[in-house]
């Protein structure tokens, strides 16, 4: 978090990003553990760039996609 510069307390496991460029994607990623699910308004407003949200615990966890992601992952299901 950086308002506190401690880690960020919430239920994402994981964040991928496709961009243009790995700097890009690696800011974003950043970005959306920070914002969380609701960074994906971020994302969807971006049209070169689409992302996936792994969320919940190691034991039960969901995805959440991108506009665009689906296309790119078509065989994941949410």
Do not use: H, Q, R, W
């Amino acid at each position: 978090d950086p308002k506190t510069g401690y880690p960020v307390k919430n239920d994402i496991l994981s964040v991928s990003v496709i961009a243009n460029d790995c700097a890009t994607a690696d800011a974003y990623a950043t970005a959306l553990m920070v914002l969380g699910i609701e960074g994906l308004e971020l994302i969807n407003s971006k049209k070169e760039i689409e992302a996936v949200i792994v969320y919940g615990n190691e034991n039960d966890f969901k995805l959440i996609k991108s506009k665009g992601m689906n296309a790119i992952m078509k065989d994941v299901e949410n």
